[in-house]
């Protein structure tokens, strides 16, 4: 097997004298998807913030093509190729897609004074980069971003990451809030940027969503690595046994409740 672009190694995270992530050691590879799951609480969202540098691991070792490598910022994280893409694309509803697209690099025209920000040129170059994504919706870069569905905003942040030149791309529970057709939307992405050659981790609690992209699985209960394994070696009804494994009762309906209630409000 290849070397993997990222890697995990013996990491653990407390924050005071809360132990959160034990032990975590997880590979992450190029052209493949690595879904994670597990019940709310258990650590997916910790666990990526390791990986983007938004936390440091308290020990254990972070990896980059076989290289110790640490992350002391989320800057420095996305400097090195990681892409970390929100619930709901993390876009501002009020820039238009161009603008969106382009947040933090516009495309300018003029020189020193005169310098502007090229709006035809960002907006023609987003419009291309999101269209050969598969996202054949999006034909005019001036449109509001607060104008597109959830799917298409994940969509768009995907496709950003992926323009500029992410090597992984980090989705935390982009599916959650979605319905079946926007939600298969952005699954379809995920496999694009997957065909792509990018690493991609896939944090879900949805066994159907992870089944249908996952090359490789792990599964957190409490903090730890609770099982690893690939792509046809377990089926859907061992996926859910082991994911419900480790929830209580009592948080098990509170995570049904508010999926009904997401999957209500998101319904189109
Ligand atoms: N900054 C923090 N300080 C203390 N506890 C935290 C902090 N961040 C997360 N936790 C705890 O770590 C556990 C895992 O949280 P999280 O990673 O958000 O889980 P998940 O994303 O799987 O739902 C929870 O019990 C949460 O309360
Ligand atoms: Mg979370």
Not at 84 to 99: A, C, D, E, K, Y
Not at 202 to 219: K, L, N, R, S
Request: glycine fraction near 12%; proline fraction near 3%.
């Amino acid at each position: 097997m290849s070397v993997p672009i990222l890697a995990l190694r013996g990491v653990n995270k407390s924050f005071g004298p809360i132990d959160v992530l034990h032990d975590i050691t997880l590979e992450v590879r190029a052209g493949e998807v690595l879904c994670l799951l597990g019940d709310n609480g258990a650590g997916k969202s910790t666990l990526i913030r390791i990986l983007s540098g938004v936390h440091q691991p308290s020990s254990g070792s972070i990896e980059m093509d076989g290289a110790a490598v640490s992350f002391p910022s989320p800057r420095a994280a996305a400097d090195k190729g990681i892409a970390t893409v929100h619930q709901f694309g993390g876009t501002f509803p009020l820039m238009s897609i161009g603008r969106c697209f382009f947040v933090g690099v516009e495309p300018t025209k003029g020189w020193g004074p005169f310098r502007v920000y090229d709006r035809r040129k960002a907006n023609a170059i987003a419009v291309k980069a999101v269209r050969d994504f598969g996202i054949t919706r999006i034909d005019d870069g001036d449109r509001l971003v607060g104008g597109l569905s959830g799917g298409e905003r994940q969509s768009l942040a995907i496709a950003r990451a992926v323009h500029f030149g992410a090597r992984v791309l980090i989705l935390d529970e982009p599916t959650a809030a979605l319905g079946v057709k926007q939600a298969t939307h952005v699954l379809r992405i995920v496999n694009e940027a997957k065909r792509r050659g990018l690493a991609v981790v896939f944090i879900t609690h949805q066994v159907m969503h992870a089944m249908a992209v996952g090359d490789h699985f792990a599964v957190l209960i409490r903090g730890a690595v609770a099982a690893d394994f690939r792509k046809g070696e377990k089926s859907r009804e061992e996926i859910t046994d082991l994911m419900a494994g480790g929830a209580s009762m009592a948080s098990l309906e509170a995570e049904i409740e508010s999926h009904m209630a997401s999957h209500g409000e998101a319904a189109e």
